[in-house]
């Protein structure tokens, strides 16, 4: 799910846990308690009696367990599924090689619901508030078709059941989705906006003239050219916040010429990563030389980081068996319509002619197609980035396991796979942070991504607009939120 859905999903749906806005701190969501047990491995939740549906029928624990038995199931192939991974027997589910009775899940009563993971996962009930982790209605589900079924007609509006804050009231494509209040809710809505409108304006620049003109109340991003504007002429609606996110650009290691680690280090060598960050209007501490971004879950890269040293990466040319950039084959840099992605596309395409030699030729498509070239790996080069879960190394450092479902890469490594393994067996956290380390060691060695700066929230928000809190993980709570008459 990129972010715009999961925006959504988090008005639709409510899992057991909710965050803190203020401080991302675990609380009770459709759960109201829970229990650990003293090894760290069982998780039980009581769920509330009040809970319901947007249809007014009860919610209930089974509601939860056919929701992640659903997404768990390798017909669905939900690129969400490593999110579930840490349950007992999940992955082994999702391969093929256990049936479901094996799965870490229990139902013991009506409002009870037991979890038990592989091995302690100190970031778990965090990863809960993640949509991934959502109930979903059964009878609803599969009144459109089967329970694995893709595109079925049971998410669309007057269709839709969900248990969150808001139901869905309209979904016209291209035009804007509408949530309303649920009124079954168990929380109390008052003072909350009647309803939420998310609009698909593809153009940053037409959304900045939308906010402008008063027709949104929250921008997804800002355009770079428009940031120093807006500090001087509008710094009140300004909300920018380092964020749990890294931009790079990935190889497709399958590709005859990008097979070759060597040719894949010259191109990383060879980007000016301060100059694309002064572009962008962002400071030099942005600049990312490695994927895990400064101080997430108190991890710290210890190896060495890519830096721009064209000298290098014409000896890695070299390695790499090419006498000149002319000689390299016709390479393609893929990216989706966003004047931010343009810019970066034509800096790095100019440097790379520069500092190599090498002519790139420059694909943009809609979000949609682009998102459908990565998954099918019809591509050479590649625009990616990632928005952590849960503030871990994991989350970022398992994009990339051999088998991951998000390694849109096609590049495999035992080596990586298993220092991943190690950290995952660990007993202790600075045992586990290593492995950690020797993970990201092997990756930006062999350099499947090309990490280019680490990611920044950035919105214009409506000083009409109360309850909205700049955090880490862009996560926010429509029910928090209060508009004025001013």
Known sequence: MDLQQIAIARGLFEGLILLDEKTLTPMPGAAERWEISEDGRTYTFFLRANGRWSSGNPLAAWDFAYAIRRILSPELASPAVSLLFPLEGAREFYEGNVPWETVGVRVPDTHCLELTLRKPTPYFLSLLAHPAWSPLCRENVEAHGDMTQRDT???????????????????????????????????????????????????????????????????????????????????????????????????????????????????????????????????????????????????????????????????????????????????????????????????????????????????????????????????????????????????????????????????????????????????SSAERLRHFQEAEVILMREMPILPLYFETNKHRVSPRLRGWFPNLIDYHLYQNMRLSSE
Not at 236 to 242: A, D, G, I, N, Y
């Open 153 to 427: 007609p049971w998410t669309r509006a007057g269709n839709l059941v969900s248990n969150g804050p808001y139901r869905l009231l309209a979904w016209r494509v291209g035009d804007r989705v509408l949530l309303g209040k649920n009124p079954f809710h168990w929380a109390d809505l008052e003072g909350a906006p009647d309803t939420v409108a998310f609009y698909p304006i593809g153009d940053v620049a037409t959304e900045q003239n939308a906010y402008e003109n008063g027709e949104l109340d929250i921008t997804a991003t800002i355009p770079p050219s428009h940031i120093e504007g807006i500090r001087r002429k509008d710094p009140e609606s300004l909300r920018e916040v380092e964020g749990l996110g890294a931009f790079y650009y990935m190889f497709n290691c399958e590709t005859s010429s990008l097979a070759n680690r060597h040719l894949r280090r010259a191109l990383a060598l060879a980007i000016d990563r301060g100059e694309l960050c002064q572009l962008l209007g962002r400071e030099e501490r942005f600049v990312a030389g490695n994927l895990v971004p400064p101080g997430v879950g108190g991890y710290t890269y210890g190896g060495e980081r890519v830096i721009f040293n064209p000298e290098a990466a014409r000896k890695e040319l070299a390695l790499a068996g090419y006498g000149s950039g002319a000689s390299v084959p016709p390479l393609q840099l893929t990216f989706n319509t966003a004047q931010q992605h343009r810019m970066i596309a034509q800096a790095v395409q100019e440097m790379w002619r520069r500092e190599l030699g090498i002519a790139i030729e420059l694909r943009s498509e809609e979000w949609k197609s682009f998102l459908l070239t990565r998954r099918t790996g019809n591509f050479s080069i590649a625009r990616g980035g990632w928005i952590g879960d849960y503030n871990d190394p994991l989350t970022f450092l398992e994009l990339f396991r051999s088998d991951g479902t998000n390694n849109f890469t096609r590049w495999k490594n035992s080596a990586f796979d298993g220092a991943l393994d190690g950290a995952e067996a660990a007993t």
